[in-house]
């Protein structure tokens, strides 16, 4: 048996840099957070990823690694009794570190109480949020602090992670663990090295007093159905039970969708949190095939945040079946993420001379919006010209998908461009 209580993730954290796993674009050599703890100039931070991606362990070690004085709290069972507790203590010569998990759940005001602290260097404030701080910290402290997204970890990261346990892990070094496969460890972590250990050791465990381990899928397999937990809010299936939500829905399932609506309603999911992901989906899965469906998410979205738990529900279940039973295309979201690709590449394109603003007398001479033909001026409201820079001349990106609605708009297009751009 495990000799000790402490599960292996903790175990395993980092005690340098160099050990971390994961992240080189923030803690590798040149990266930002490595220079500002080298230079011992850091500033108040906001880590936004996934479970399982380091955001607690670096906090920790950016706090070891300063020799600052570090205080944690969880936003989950904490508000401003005790971050006023935490702020009355006295300051050294550095700030002390303030670290928030799951910061996006403090409301506005527990949010205000951390501004004064921040602005003035009280503290140092680290906070770890799965959400996008954009939409869950207020104005004022994002502004007062640097965004760092950290990313899944990829097989070779987790790989690492699980040499690194194998061989410095004074438990698992005694058991003569040998790895016949990593694919079924990868695929139930899904990029998450927390539960990629504790999947580790409950499969180590499990095999009670043995000289040598050889672990195979099936037997990861095996484990991890045995010991599959409840879903978890703050981690674990969490993510696994939304994806199966979208991708129902993204499935025309209705059924399905109801399904892990219902889990996760079971579970005391944040409605929010729910009506945030159907908005997404409403945009980027069904489009211009049906633009009502953003109009619904979005309203679902209003009505949750001033309708709790139990009658959210029902608005939940109407605007998941309308969304699932929609006609769907991705055309929008693959042409907006074409365009910007493409635009990384032209940046240097200049503006068409006839597409520039001219308020001045020197612009107008020297041909800023000279042969701009004003639509409502033209039969139809239309009059063909290049709106894009030359050199992009014809270039299409938005490619209607294949569904009533939008074949509608190709055959306008067709009609208005079909001598410019291949529709």
Known sequence: MNPTSIPLPERMRPRSLNDFVGQAKLVGPNGPIRRAIEANALPSLLLWGPPGVGKTSLALLIAELTKRPF?????????????REVLSKPMGLFSPILFIDEIHRYNKSQQDALLGAVEKGQITLIGATTE??????????????????????????????????????????????????????????????????????????????????????????????????????????????ISAFIKSMRGSDPNAALYWLARMIVAGEDPIFIARRMLILASEDIG?????????????LQAVKVMGYPECRIILSQVAVYLATSPKSNACYTAIDDAIALAEKTAHLPVPLSLRNAPTKLMKQIGYGKEYKYAHAFEGNFAAQNFLPDELKGQVLYQPGNNAREEELRKRLRHLWGDWYGY
């Open 71 to 83: 205080h944690s709290l969880s936003a989950i069972n904490s508000g401003v009794k005790e971050l």
């Open 132 to 241: 996008n701080p954009s939409f869950e910290v207020n104005s004022a402290l994002l502004s007062r602090c640097q965004v760092y997204i950290l990313e899944s970890l990829g097989e070779e990261e987790l790989k690492l992670l699980v040499e690194q346990a194998l061989t410095k892990d004074s438990f698992l070094r005694k058991k003569h663990v040998q790895i016949a496969s990593y694919d079924a460890l990868f695929r139930l972590s899904g990029g998450d090295g927390r539960k990629l250990l504790n999947l580790l050791e409950m499969v180590v465990l499990g095999q009670g007093e043995v000289e040598s381990i050889a672990i195979t899928d099936d037997l990861v397999t095996q484990v991890a159905q045995q010991t599959t937990a409840r879903y978890d809010k703050s981690g674990e299936q969490h993510y696994d039970i």
């Open 288 to 300: 211009n095939a049906n633009p009502t469906a953003m109009i619904m998410a979005n309203a679902c």
